[in-house]
């Protein structure tokens, strides 16, 4: 059975909406052109379902606005307006929003549906993440987030559950970014900091969140989701959110002063290089920051597994990058490349040739001299085409070819 908003016990108020139409909305409901199946998460705005498309048959994740985000002055357009602007992202690493629009006045977004599971119950299970991992998880999510910055926006709700980690039906796991775009919308919705209580959503999630948000800041820009994938990687790594505290308000106090300990202090087995990238990248001072996630993707892309090295090096790699002494050492380390040298080889080889043929030119010249014979008989060219050099190929092409 199909339920509508026609059917009885779902009236229409006197302010136009439809009043009675729950947040939670039923399986078999149909909402606009889509049935729904379940629901498969909620937050504090809007929840999200399992749906069909009617006409096509397919399997979409519809994500409805609640009531009272709707009867706010303005909500709707908003929401709107920046889910628009977040449909136009495509990235591989961003989830693909296919459908915007409202139906009985309650806006709605219809994405790609994901299997698997997202980040945060994935560190709840195994905790604290090897360096390899960590880097493998951060390095898409990275680009994902660049795209979301040159399209203009700024995530500002950036955390582990807002990171799926989807299996594809080959088995690759593919992290991508959840509800990016849309936090920026709900600035206006909530209420001002003073008076919250027990609530930890407060334009984006106080863990997660950097600390010019909670000081007054209210156009906050990429530096700040830098500092948010910051908080997310000390997470993989420590296997724990970077601050702690039994009171919101004892949490908020951390976070305004950076009280954050060092990741090594927590799990030794860290690298110091990634440990320095997570301390820049959540510096109190935004200016102390990466100038760019760019930055922040190539000082972790030293720390991934060869496969993970080659699929982001074009993105991420030391070509043309200052790096430490010790991440030099370990790239060399972890991918010898034993073929300059033998193109050395080649070089030398080439330049005693070119000796060679001098030698022979000032000998044949001198024999010429002393016998016009055999000058007569030489055949000029003869040498130098049967040692023309191969060209060399090139070195990038050379190294990823051999990396793959």
């Known amino acids: 059975m199909v339920f509508s908003a026609s059917e009885p016990g779902f009236g229409v108020g006197s302010s136009g909406m439809t009043a009675l139409l729950p947040d939670e909305l039923p399986p078999q409901f149909e909402f606009g052109g889509y049935i729904i199946h379940e629901c498969i998460g909620r937050g504090g705005m809007a929840r999200v379902y399992r749906a069909e498309h009617t006409a096509l048959r397919k399997a979409v994740a519809l994500k409805v606005l609640d009531r009272w985000v709707v009867e706010k002055p303005g909500g709707a357009e908003r929401f709107l307006r920046e889910a628009r602007t977040a449909a136009a992202i495509k990235h591989p690493n961003v989830v693909d929003i296919v459908d915007v629009g409202v139906w009985e006045q309650r806006p709605f977004i219809v994405m790609e549906l994901l299997h ?10 195994r905790g604290g993440l090897p360096d390899t991992e960590v880097a493998a998880i951060g390095l898409p999510i990275i680009a994902g987030m660049i795209a979301v910055h040159d399209a203009g926006v700024v995530h500002r709700d950036i955390k582990p559950s807002n990171i799926f980690l989807a299996t594809r039906s080959d088995g690759e796991v593919v992290p ?8 920026k919308f709900s600035d206006h919705l909530l209420e001002p900091l003073q008076g919250l209580t027990g609530t930890r959503e407060i334009v984006g999630t106080p863990t997660y969140m950097a600390p010019e948000a909670l000081n007054g800041a209210r156009e906050l820009g ?11 990687l000390y997470d993989c790594a ?17 976070i305004a002063v950076a009280e954050v300990a060092a990741p090594r202090s927590v799990r030794p087995e860290i690298s110091p290089e990634l440990e320095h990238a997570i301390q820049r990248a959540m510096s109190s001072d ?19 597994d060869e496969r993970t090295r080659t699929i982001w090096g074009r993105n991420f790699g030391s070509s043309g990058l200052t790096v430490s002494r010790e991440q030099t050492t370990q790239m060399l380390l972890s991918n010898p490349r034993p073929r300059p040298a033998r193109r050395r080889f080649r070089a030398w080889w080439l330049a005693a040739s070119v000796v060679a043929l001098a030698v022979l030119g000032a000998g044949g010249l001198f024999w010429s001299r002393q016998s016009a014979r ?18 060399p190929s090139d070195s990038s092409a050379t190294s990823r070819a051999r990396d793959r």
Not at 116 to 125: N, Q, T, V
Not at 238 to 254: A, C, I, N, S
Not at 374 to 391: F, K, R
């Open 116 to 125: 698997g599971c997202d980040l945060d119950s994935e560190l709840e299970r």
């Open 176 to 183: 991508k970014v959840l509800d990016f775009g849309i936090s």
């Open 222 to 232: 990429p530096r700040a989701d830098q500092y948010a994938i910051g908080a997310v």
């Open 238 to 254: 420590v296997g724990r959110p970077p601050f702690e505290g039994e009171t919101l308000l004892e949490l908020l106090k951390k």
């Open 286 to 304: 935004p200016a102390q920051r990466f100038d760019t996630l760019r930055d922040l993707g190539r000082a972790i892309w030293p720390l991934a």
């Open 374 to 391: 055999s000058a007569a008989n030489a055949v000029p060219g003869e040498h130098v085409a049967g040692l023309a050099p191969v060209e």
